[in-house]
């Protein structure tokens, strides 16, 4: 039996001694007979090792990704996490601890905190940064529900390229007040967003907001979000960024950007096959009341030195209840440490090295996809970064995507809803070859991929 | 009075070095030159040793569960197990995609819909969802599809309101007014759900009634039959908040109870580390009514093979990316396999006797508004320290000083200068002696080191209205107020 419940000494005879009561069982008098149950049915306590061993048999039937060349694509990465982020992160001051409600013990990570604000902040280029959300879509979601909170409207407005599941999630955000998200059509050869449709929409009224991605759910970088904040006026503009992206492509606060939101996974936190992941969310100064979530701000103490601690909390849940910006309690700070310390451990040439090394990598392998019969890569006619989008004229994604998984290449995220009855769109994979890849496994995929077309399709 | 937190006069991150010259990224082929930056992203440039020495110190300025005890009512702040860590590092764990082929992550889908049946058990319910990212998430969540289920049944115009209870905690309305209810609170009698008003609150507008059994002053809600027939008879779902789970583990759960559907915080019962404020896991568990709406994809067997499934037609979709955190649902499925169903037992057991003995002791020294019969916590009030013109929060600060974290304070808001004080099963009856013993002298100090403290952390009392007042958010502001001898490129 582990040893996690105190029991030294027989020590629960003398807490039961000084309540002066015969058992437990007193304790719980007030529970009604009705209520009271029998076996759980969840088996018996084991012993750490047996624990272990236990979790590690299953685990063994994953298939992790050092066992693959991995080409995922979407918001989620895989990158090698230097040694020192999980050294730091793993520190169980910071892991143990709970939400800094006492500041002048939590001084630690509030200014990790603080730091974690800063770097988005810059990468962003808007003003102000709070201390993170669960993950992209969620802090995408919360961005929609700001929006609302600034202009009057019904509809919001996202590109219809935007995976599905943010849309999914958007639409659940939505869905609350009685709001719609609307999806902007993208045009078939370049990928890019329909302007025309953008400025028809706002031209309508009732619109509340816009959200727009970069690099967007294909890939492309779409130079018209430097004219979004012209066509939308008044109504708030959203971007969701990548932060890598952000390491080399101008912050979204310059060309006008209200709201810029990011799935920050990428930056020190491993995959977990999907979760704990990072939320990204930062706002300009003037809509700082309507922030969600947590936010540290810089102060001092009673002798006047530097400290650090939360603010600006009657925005927030425990004091404004129903009237809060956000329900926000549990964020992800352990992650936003881990996304701080991983940008200084990198440092910022060498997140621009990376992301120009993926671009190059990138650019290679889709080069080398395009010349295949059969297959369309990049898909679409416009700039992209580190990941693009492959079309299959024949065949299956799935089969594609299971043909190459047997040869031990994960060749890429398909695109489109995968709930039976949703529109079938076209076979698209979202394709990234990650920083682990180089020109022998770029080259595997391509004569994998090669050898598939060849034989019809796979179909 | 031994305890000193390290105090580092550690510089900010960018005043360790130069920030980056105002040079431009660098140009990508293939990439308008209209997209590239103008100027490279500034943050410095520091050596791994100047980085790590850095988290370091600030990691000693900090105060985790492994520096002592932590008593932060509602929070259940219990002792993370290392084993846990350990699995969660494992490359098959960690370095794992959920956008992998389902043929290479078998492992993770049978340990989710493991820990699922596990939870189902635990908590009566019909099926789980490790969907949720938090425990307000899983409010959220839950209430997307209790309004989902209203819909479908043609009254969503009509079920538009969420009933809750005074003593709720805030993450309940705040959550209500997300997914579109308005909100109306339910006064207490004598800390617990007063029946007549909630009788007399219960209509054909009520959507939802959201409880927390054992309630926030500590206090098991003993009329749960009654409560739930009512809300019940008004066509209403009965929500249960599970952020008090712990103190009833195996001895009742919300499915028994009569709830319809529920959160649980994977960071608190289950162990799995808060982070200094997250990730958490806000696992949804629901009866057979709003089964069918739990969020896509669910994890299904077939055979002996995992699958994600995404066909529910009637699911509300998704509220987050992939599925769950993964890295707390494997921490968790550690944490109850260890325990199995006598050590869940004994943790609910062990809780409620800590909880019952503390109360008794510092019930000595200040008052308790409700029944002294507790279970995870227990609430005391701090107003007699008035008169020696000091306050509940002058005594938290004290806490600090004595190498103890302070408890929840100010809530629950229907009791004056509220104290909430929760020691889990984890903690040893040395540790609430002394703990009792710190709280004593705190309350024997005089006004004056009241106020002045805590004198023993890495700062002084820290001047939260001024933070409030001149917002200071960012290092883009401390070099707006030109308050830092920062290196402006």
Sequence with gaps: MVRWISDEAGEEAALLQALGLPSTEELFRDVPKKARLGRLGVGAAREEEEVVAEVDRLLERNRPLGRFANFLGGRIASRYLPAAVDAIVARSEFYTSYTPYQAEASQGMLRALFEFQSLWVELSGVDVANASLYDGASAAGEALLFCRRLHEGRRFLVPASLPWEEKSVLANYASGPGLVVEEVPYDDRTGLLDLGFVRNAVGKGDVFGLLADVPNGFGILDEQLFELKATLGEVPYVVAADPLALSVLEPPGAYGADVVVGEGQGFGIPPSFGGPLLGLFACRREHLRQLPGRVVGATVDAYGRPAYTLTLQTREQHIRRSRATSNICTNESLMALAFVVYASVVGPKGLASLETSLAEKARTLASALGSISGLRAPRFDAPYLGEFTLELGRGTTAAFVDRLRRRRILAGTPLGDPRPGSPKGPERLLVAPSPSVGEKEIARYATAAKAWSASSGGS | ?489
């Design chain 2, 1 to 489: 009075m031994s305890y000193r937190q390290a105090r580092w006069e550690e510089p900010a991150l960018w005043d360790l070095a130069h920030a980056h010259a105002p040079e431009a990224a660098p140009a990508i082929p293939g990439v308008p030159d209209r997209f590239r930056r103008r100027q490279a992203l500034r943050w410095p440039e520091l050596s791994e040793p100047t980085v790590v020495r850095h988290y370091t110190r600030l990691s000693q300025m900090n105060f985790g569960i492994d520096s002592g005890v932590y008593p932060l009512g509602s929070c259940t702040m219990k002792y993370n197990p290392k084993v846990s860590e350990l699995l969660a590092r494992r490359p098959g764990a960690a370095q794992l995609h959920p956008y992998q082929p389902e043929a290479t992550v078998q492992g993770s889908l049978e340990i989710s819909w493991r820990l699922e049946r596990l939870l189902a058990k635990i908590t009566g319910f019909h099926e789980v969802s490790l969907q949720p990212a938090a425990g307000a998430h899983g409010e959220y969540t839950a209430l997307l599809m209790v309004k989902a289920h209203f819909r479908e049944l043609g009254e969503p115009e009509r079920r538009t309101e969420v009933l809750l209870p005074d003593t709720a905690h805030g993450t309940n309305p705040a959550s209500a007014s997300m997914a579109g209810f308005v909100t109306r609170e339910i006064p207490s009698k004598d800390g617990c759900v007063d029946l007549g008003a909630l009788k007399a609150a219960l209509s054909e507008r009520t959507a939802c009634f959201m409880l927390t059994n054992p309630n926030t002053a500590g206090l098991f809600e003993s009329e749960i039959l009654e409560i739930a027939e009512a809300v019940h008879g008004a066509g209403a779902m009965l929500y249960y908040d599970g952020a008090n789970l712990n103190a009833i583990l195996g001895v009742t759960n919300p499915g028994r109870m009569g709830f319809d559907i529920a959160h649980l915080n994977l960071h608190k019962t289950f162990a799995t580390p808060h982070g200094g404020g997250g990730p958490g896991a806000g696992v949804i568990g629901a009866g057979e009514t709003l089964a069918p709406y739990l969020p896509v994809p669910r994890v299904a067997k077939a055979g002996r093979r995992f699958r994600l499934d995404y066909d529910r037609p009637r699911s509300i979709g998704k509220v987050k990316l992939a599925y769950g955190n993964f890295g707390l649902d494997l921490r968790a499925y550690a944490f109850i396999l260890a325990h199995g169903e006598e050590g869940l037992k004994h943790i609910a057991r062990r809780a409620v006797l800590n909880s019952n003995y503390l109360g008794a002791r510092l019930g000595r020294r200040l008052p308790r508004p409700f029944r002294t019969l507790v279970k995870h916590e227990f609430v005391l009030s701090g107003a007699p320290l008035r008169e020696k013109g000091v306050r509940t929060l002058d005594l938290a600060k004290r806490l600090l000083d004595e190498g103890v974290h302070a408890p929840t304070v100010y809530f629950p808001t229907l009791v004056e200068e509220a104290l909430m004080i929760e020691l889990p099963e984890t903690e040893s009856k040395r540790e609430l002696d002394e703990f009792a013993a710190a709280v004593e002298r705190a309350l024997d100090d005089s006004p004056e080191h009241l106020r002045a403290a805590p004198t023993s952390c890495s700062v002084a009392r820290i001047d939260e209205v001024r933070a409030a007042r001149e917002p200071v958010l960012s290092w883009k502001d401390v070099r707006a107020a030109g308050s830092a001898k920062v290196e402006t490129p």
